[in-house]
């Protein structure tokens, strides 16, 4: 194993730990407000919203499956991650323009951000992944980026579960549903929405909004690299059945 593998892995237990933690008190917390707060809302209400963010997904999972590059293979890992890095960088600093030009317009401009973050997000994932050498018109990779996602944005209680489907995907992978309107969408938007309302909804302030535009989806798109980089390495070291001889397995 290389040097350059061996930091790669000395950084995925680090990552591996996080995802692992208990629930924190102030998680707990945090968790029964927002259940809370939600069942104020009336059941047709999650119905409709779950079913915008479906639609919005799949649209953009169909879409980008046809314009993202071929898988990239026969790279060394560390080669890779250099052109993973590249593109979090360019994906990270278009969504940084995006959150600054939509939260200085105002109320209505600031409700625009939502879809085109959400675009940008993905294609960042599909991006990742054909530089890792996995090909997202596979219907099971396309589920993967899904989770991905999920566990980039969610409380620590459900990364906790996200965290294990994704450790053993090779395994979970067989359990998957042939259709891709049996994922939890409820799960998916309400974990979403929860994770980044704070963040957006200071975005809608007149004279603040740019700024906190830029700064809150500038560490989203962080937020989600880090993820899908780690989540591919788990992939990878798996694949090759490979640990440094001073680093635990």
């Known amino acids: 194993m290389t040097l350059e593998e061996e930091q790669a ?5 680090q990552w591996q730990r996080r995802m692992q933690r208990h629930p924190s008190l102030l998680n707990r917390v945090a968790r029964r407000v927002q259940a809370r707060l939600n069942n104020l809302l009336p059941e047709k209400v999650h119905v409709a919203i779950t079913a915008t963010i479906k639609q919005m997904v799949q649209a953009v ?3 980008s499956t046809y314009s ?3 898988p990239v293979a026969d790279m060394p890992l560390p080669e890779r991650e250099i052109a993973v890095q590249t593109r979090i960088r360019h994906y990270r600093n278009a969504a940084t ?3 600054a030009i939509t939260g200085a317009g105002g109320f209505f401009l600031g409700l625009a951000d939502f879809p085109l973050l959400l675009g940008i ?7 990742v992944a054909a530089l890792y050498g996995h090909d997202v018109k596979d219907y099971s990779e396309r589920l993967f980026l899904l989770y991905v996602f999920q566990l980039a944005f969610s409380s620590q209680h459900t990364r906790n579960d996200i965290y294990r489907r994704l450790a053993d995907w090779e395994n979970y992978r067989q359990t998957l549903p042939a259709d891709v309107n049996a994922f939890d ?3 998916f938007q309400q974990e979403y929405r929860d994770y980044i309302d704070l963040a ?4 809608l302030v007149p004279v603040i909004g740019a700024a906190v535009g830029a700064v809150a989806n500038y560490r989203l798109l962080e937020q989600l690299g880090e993820t899908a980089m780690n989540c591919y390495r788990l ?3 798996a694949a090759t059945n490979s640990t440094p001889a001073n680093l635990p397995a």
């Open 200 to 203: 957006k909804l200071a975005q």
């Open 97 to 99: 323009a995006e959150g």
């Open 185 to 187: 969408w409820r799960t």
């Open 61 to 63: 999972l169909f879409g």
């Open 235 to 237: 992939r990878y070291f």
């Open 68 to 70: 993202t590059r071929l």
């Open 121 to 127: 997000k993905l294609k960042l994932l599909f991006d």
């Open 9 to 13: 892995y000395a950084q995925l237990l």
